[in-house]
């Protein structure tokens, strides 16, 4: 009996990888596809499966399996891709032996990213075949099709999700008798004319990815998963991805070409959708990857004024559009979301063990470059200890570049033990090659945090729960070569002043591990509680520049200008830290 | 059935992505079509979260547009006022009854909403209320909280509490059940009376 069951597109994933037989899966974090590799883990009798400690070596890694004949798959947010490309270029000229299926998830809007990209334009460079499913049951069917897809055409094939789709759950029809496929491996043959692209081999297979992309553009006009929905001709809309639902819901009328299979382009089927309309819309999420190639084609596309190609579609946008096109809808009366509420922004947990670093370094008004996880939430007030956030790993080069250009005072890096493992070994292997000062600080609580609380190779455990060796961070920089290279307890105010200033004012390089675990995975949210004694505080403000969320403001004095602090003690992790910022031992621990 | 929408708004940690869950594989037990979308931000707790859950025989969009909300359920009583413009014109609002004040204001950065109380009753005249985090303290759970609030959301849904009581035992491990399961009953009846 077939199967239903509610999944996210990105459990859909997982589940599809064990249906299709996928052999190995290799991933970085990054929202929104983080849960994708913790639900091939439940897949792990079947799929071999790991965290990888970038999108780079997770990439290698699939196409690695996929050389050798077995079906592989790897997963990454839109900015991993980035990381990821460098293989993949050169990947898709050799093209794929055993399946290889990329998933890709953008972020429009930038829920939780830097910034908003469309990979469909990479996928498209790179020469490689585009899924977009536009629910969790397309997903699941379209990875099985990508690793058919991507053995008989030798090509990588992506699946491009988006928030909408990676966290949106839709019932989904697993089909009969669910469990892992069984395929035939392909055989490797050791071929270099195939697998060592030197100038005289890779000429030909540059020109043998043309003449596959032309195959897959014929493939792309037949595919059920590129479809015609009949309907009003008098309009006709050209959609992929989730964007198609809201579509559905707001030109409920009108033909529609949906576009799952939307690299390399199907222009025939395109041309013949738009002879058989009197006008042609392109409505896509993101950039106008599709309109680009419709008009390119001499296709005429209808003009409008609202704006659709960047941050997250929605139907309220697309009413928009239907108001302007044909002026018969009103968007539905809702108030206006009342921006003069106080906000309720991230902060660092009750006892984060990063706070006590930034509260250091706001002290010590160094200029700090930041990276991406939790930490960089030390940059808000009342810490205000971070000046810059570029992408993973940017922070040691940035500091050094910095340096380099003559900038004076107290300059550091600040960047997670995650942060370090993906891409900051070769920083400050720069900076003590090119003779930097700078000092690295790594915050080493042991865990990939602000995704969602991943194993690392400092965690001591694999993606499935495995024991692994553990990565010491002081060793790997004693190892480069690091004279200066010092462990301090997070948690420690006193030792974290002392230490920081020394290597900040030291004119050599440096490399400082503040460790402590992250109090949120570790499971330390109840560890203790603290107290303030309203007799003995004076109001003087210390402890509020930790930032710490359980700290609050209490009986106000000076005529409501000064405050006594309160503690939450719902809150309150114990951490310790506000006690130590306290002069007039106001605070205790009572539990 | 008309696609019934409900909105699903609150503070990270309270549990909202589990009781939206539950409701998404209620309607699912039920035959419907579902989408069930969600936002929460990153790892830490604390911030807003809402999650979004779309019901009938066939669901499209996995967005609920602005005024279309038929049900807007909050964790706790800012929030109701953040997502108002969510709510449909003849939507139903559900409130559990408890603050949680903002680090910007605890902190002193932005100031507090003065008249929080009489802004609620001008936005919301006919709003349910609970007082979830009570009852779920009187039943020796605080973290049942989110069932006591599913519990009286299943009133408004057309779902029975048989459905619902079946879709908990899919979602929630054998030994934590039975408590949830009194939770959610203790939450029917805090609105049925
Ligand atoms: C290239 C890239 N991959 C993945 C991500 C997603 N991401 C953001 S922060 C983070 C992990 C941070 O972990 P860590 O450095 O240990 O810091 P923590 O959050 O624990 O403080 C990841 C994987 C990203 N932003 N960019
Ligand atoms: S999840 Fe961990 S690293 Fe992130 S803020 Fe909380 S305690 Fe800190
Ligand atoms: S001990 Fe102080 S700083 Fe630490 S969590 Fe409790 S209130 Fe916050």
Redesign the pocket.
């Known amino acids: 009996m077939s199967q239903k069951v509610l999944l996210s597109a990105n459990e859909a994933v997982a589940w599809a990888a064990c249906k299709a037989g996928c052999a190995v899966a290799s991933a970085y974090p990054g929202t929104p596809s983080t849960e994708i590799l913790e639900n091939v883990a439940k897949f792990k009798d079947t799929i071999n499966c790991e965290w990888a400690v970038n999108e780079k070596v997770a990439m290698e890694v699939a196409i690695g399996a996929s050389i050798a004949g077995a079906r592989a798959l790897t997963a990454m947010k839109h900015v991993g891709l980035n990381v990821a490309m460098d293989p993949l270029m050169t990947y898709t000229y050799v093209g794929a032996n055993g399946g290889l299926v990329i998933i890709t998830a953008d972020d429009p809007g930038m829920h939780s990213s830097q910034n908003e990209q469309d990979s469909r334009v990479l996928v498209k460079f790179a020469r490689a075949a585009l899924f977009e499913p536009a629910d969790s049951q397309e997903t699941f069917d379209m990875v099985i099709a990508a690793f058919e897809l991507s053995e008989k055409y030798q090509v990588p094939a992506f699946i491009r999700l988006t928030t909408r789709t990676s966290h949106t759950s839709t019932v989904v029809d697993v089909g009969d008798d669910f469990g892992p496929g069984q395929v035939e491996r392909k055989p490797y043959v050791k071929d270099i004319r195939r697998y060592i692209p030197v100038p005289m081999f890779a000429r030909p297979q540059r020109v043998r990815a043309q003449e596959r992309t032309e195959a897959l553009r014929a493939f792309g006009c037949e595919t059920p998963f590129n479809r015609i929905e009949a309907g009003d001709t008098r309009l006709g809309i050209i959609t992929s991805g989730v964007t198609y639902q809201f579509v559905k819901e707001v030109f409920p009328e009108f033909s529609v070409l949906k576009l799952g299979f939307a690299n390399p382009f199907p222009s025939d089927l395109v041309k013949r959708f738009a002879a058989g309309v009197d006008r042609v819309l392109v409505i896509e999420e993101l950039d106008p990857f599709m309109e680009e190639q419709v008009r390119a084609m001499g296709v005429q596309v209808v003009e409008h004024t609202t704006e659709l190609n960047m941050l997250e579609m929605n139907p309220v946008r697309l009413m928009a559009l239907r108001k302007e096109l044909l002026g018969d809808v009103e968007a539905p009366a809702a108030h206006r979301a009342d921006t003069g509420l106080p906000t309720r922004p ?4 009750a ?5 006590g670093v930034f509260y250091t370094l706001s002290k010590l008004g160094a200029t700090v470059t930041g990276d991406i ?3 960089t ?1 030390g940059a808000f007030p009342p810490l205000n200890a971070m000046d810059t956030t570029i992408c993973m790993g940017a922070s040691i080069g940035n500091a050094f570049g910095m340096e380099k250009a003559g900038m004076q005072g107290r300059i550091c890096a600040v960047l ?1 033990d995650s942060t370090f493992f993906h891409s900051g070994m070769t920083g400050i292997l720069n900076v003590l090659y090119n003779g930097g000062t700078i000092t690295t600080i790594v ?1 080493d ?1 042991r ?1 990939t ?2 995704t969602g ?1 991943q194993e690392n190779p400092g965690s001591g455990k694999t993606l499935c729960g495995e024991p692994a060796p553990v990565t010491d961070i002081a060793e790997v920089a004693k190892a480069i070569g690091f004279k200066r290279v010092v462990k301090v307890d997070a948690y420690d105010l006193v030792a974290l002043e002392r230490v920081l200033k020394e290597e900040l004012d030291s004119h050599e390089p440096s490399v400082v591990i503040a460790g402590g675990p ?4 570790a499971k330390l949210m109840n560890a203790g509680t603290y107290e303030v004694d309203p007799a003995k505080c004076k109001a003087c403000g210390a402890c509020f520049k930790l930032g710490c969320p359980a700290i609050e403001r209490g009986e106000a004095v000076a005529d409501g200008k000064r405050f006594k602090s309160h503690i939450d003690p719902v809150q309150c992790s114990g951490c310790d830290l506000c006690r130590q910022t306290c002069k007039f031992d106001a605070i205790t621990k009572i539990r | 059935m008309k696609t019934m929408n409900v909105s699903l708004v609150g503070v990270g940690g309270q549990g909202i992505l589990l009781t939206s869950d539950i409701l998404a594989k209620t309607a699912t037990l039920a035959g419907l079509d579902v989408k069930k979308s969600e936002i929460h931000g ?4 604390g911030g807003s979260v809402i999650s979004q859950v779309r019901f009938g025989e066939k669901v499209y969009s996995p967005i609920i547009a602005d005024g279309m909300s038929d049900l807007l359920v909050s964790f706790e009583r800012l929030e109701a006022l953040r997502w108002r413009h969510l709510l449909a014109p003849d939507g139903k609002v559900l409130i559990n009854d408890m603050n949680m004040t903002p680090i910007t204001v605890s902190s002193g950065q932005q100031p507090a909403v003065a008249d929080l109380d009489a802004r609620l009753k001008a936005e919301y005249p006919g709003a349910l209320y609970v007082d979830a985090m009570a009852l779920a303290q009187t039943l020796g759970n605080t973290r049942a909280m989110n069932m006591v609030l599913a519990g009286a959301l299943s009133t408004l849904t057309p779902f029975g509490a048989d459905v619902w009581e079946q879709a908990m035992r899919e979602r929630i491990p054998a030994k934590l059940l039975d408590m949830n399961i009194k939770a959610f009953e203790a939450g029917r009846q805090a609105v049925q009376g």
């Open positions: 991230p902060v660092l947990c006892g984060c063990s990063h706070r996880g939790c930490y939430l997670g915050l609580n865990i945090g602000m609380h992250c109090r949120l995975a | 990153m790892a830490q707790r």
